[in-house]
């Protein structure tokens, strides 16, 4: 849907898309490259998180431009999260499965992605249909994510941060999202503001409602931000 997008709506030329997806897939290529260094620091379940929070803030943010060369900023991001977290899958997959089980696995993944891209149009077309711009629909699975990573940052917090099976990275890495919150929090009222000037009156509506869906449970979040762990300098 991008591509469409960039041209359909931003009157985009096709060279300039062009160079936009192409950059996407040259940080795809960093992320898959970057996955080694991650898989070092973090389990499988804490780098998907990574992933998700990475794609959250670029579906989010391709769902709030107003200018068409502000794709460069958000097709890295996708494009760089895809990487590590299609190679973290794989890896993970591969992790799981016997040496003479792995071919026959690796088929199903691979069936399963192509499946996956093949019932995506089919599955979100109504969606979409009943959204005045697709620029909606980006920011619905944004703020989707968004949810998702929320939900983790709860279920382990405050309880489960300081049980001794808790990775001392993923504490690591709440603390940081739990910043990345309060940040949003001091920034959402004048974002919006901005937002509102530059957006037309009949779009702001929607993109009102799920702004502020997103940004309420983040100040919760930002409320009661998660501490590091002093299990952190073991």
Not at 121 to 148: M, N, R
Not at 224 to 229: D, G, L, R, W
Request: with cysteine; glycine share 6%; net charge positive.
């Amino acid at each position: 849907q991008i591509p469409f997008l960039i041209i359909e709506k931003f009157k985009a030329s096709g060279s300039l898309a062009g160079i936009i997806i192409a950059t996407a897939f040259f940080c795809n290529a960093l992320g898959a490259i970057a996955f080694s260094k991650l898989k070092t620091k973090f389990n499988y379940v804490t780098i998907y998180l990574i992933g998700i929070f990475l794609m959250a803030i670029g579906f989010s943010f391709v769902g709030l431009i107003i200018i068409v060369l502000f794709f460069f900023i958000t097709s890295p991001i996708l494009g760089f999260a895809g990487g590590i977290m299609m190679t973290n899958v794989t890896a993970w997959m591969l992790s799981k499965t016997s040496v003479k089980k792995r071919v026959k696995s690796s088929g199903y993944y691979t069936s399963a992605i192509f499946l996956g891209q093949f019932l995506s149009p089919v599955v979100f077309h109504p969606i979409i249909e009943k959204l005045s711009d697709i620029q909606d629909f980006f920011l619905v699975i944004g703020i989707f994510l968004f949810s998702i990573i929320f939900i983790f940052v709860v279920k382990f917090s405050p309880a489960g941060v300081g049980s001794d099976s808790t990775d001392p990275h993923f504490v690591y890495l709440l603390f940081v999202f739990s910043e990345i919150a309060v940040f949003i929090k001091a920034k959402a009222s004048s974002f919006l503001s901005v937002k509102s000037l530059l957006l037309p009156s009949k779009s702001i509506n929607f993109e009102l409602v799920s702004f502020w869906f997103f940004v309420s449970p983040i100040i919760l979040l930002a409320d009661n931000p998660v501490a590091p762990s002093t299990k952190l300098s073991t």
